[in-house]
């Protein structure tokens, strides 16, 4: 059986959380803000090293802290399903020192409150709308190093916009959760031609 690898999305309002996504799974981008309302949930499977997988890619609106513990999580329809996640990206905008601040927090109340006495979730920053990094807040190595060294997360920047690195972050994910050398086959798999090792598409 193929597991299916939850994956929560989350960051401040307007960072691209949606924008990775569709570009992720759609090839598609829009300059149009359309703020998200309620989390939303997408189910493709992904191949990654000749394996299939099953995601479930939770893009959830902007919520005002993570929840400490599954009453408050399931109190607010926002907020459900993030708690189980198996593995978290928090985005922000490279262009907005506040949406920095609201990962950094998020990422304290993660590790604060799930991972304690659990095996550790993985958690990847990104630093979106790189294509903008003109207007660049904090020098990329200060974040790089924070968030390596000291938080022990994957760093990754990318542009939603132009697609690039986007795949490269979900292919990082899903090694990060144990997915690079998974013995599972999936028979859709024969249908997959040009595959390459270290590769992730979606199908
Ligand atoms: N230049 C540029 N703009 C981007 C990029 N990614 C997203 N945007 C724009 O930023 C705005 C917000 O994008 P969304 O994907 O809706 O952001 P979000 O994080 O889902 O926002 P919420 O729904 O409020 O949670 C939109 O106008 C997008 O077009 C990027 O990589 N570069």
């Not at 998200?36 to 997988?53: G, I, Q, S």
């Not at 604060?112 to 659990?118: A, K, P, Q, S, W």
Request: proline share 3%; glycine share 4%.
């Amino acid at each position: 059986m193929v597991m299916t690898i939850k994956i929560a999305i989350l960051g401040a309002r307007g960072v691209g959380k949606t924008a990775i996504v569709r570009q992720f799974l759609y090839n598609e981008f829009s300059e149009t803000y359309v703020p998200t309302k309620k989390r939303r949930v997408y189910l493709p499977a992904a191949v990654l090293n000749e394996h299939v997988h099953n995601l479930q890619i939770m893009d959830f609106p902007s919520i005002p802290s993570f929840p400490v513990n599954t009453f408050q999580e399931w109190a607010n329809a926002c907020c459900r399903g993030v708690r189980s996640a198996h593995a978290y990206i928090l985005v922000y905008d490279i262009c907005c020192f506040d949406s920095f601040e609201y990962i950094k927090t998020i990422r304290q109340q993660i590790v604060e409150t799930r991972l304690m006495g659990t095996t550790e979730t993985p958690i990847i920053i990104v630093g979106n709308k790189r294509d903008l990094q003109r207007n660049r807040v904090i020098p990329r190595r200060n974040v790089s190093n924070l968030v390596k060294k000291n938080w022990k997360c994957g760093y990754i920047e990318c542009s939603a916009k132009y697609n690039w690195h986007v795949l490269l972050l979900f292919s990082e994910l899903l090694k990060s959760v144990g997915c690079g050398h998974c013995k599972h086959v999936h028979t859709t798999i024969r249908f997959q031609g040009a595959l390459r090792r270290d590769r992730c598409s979606i199908m």
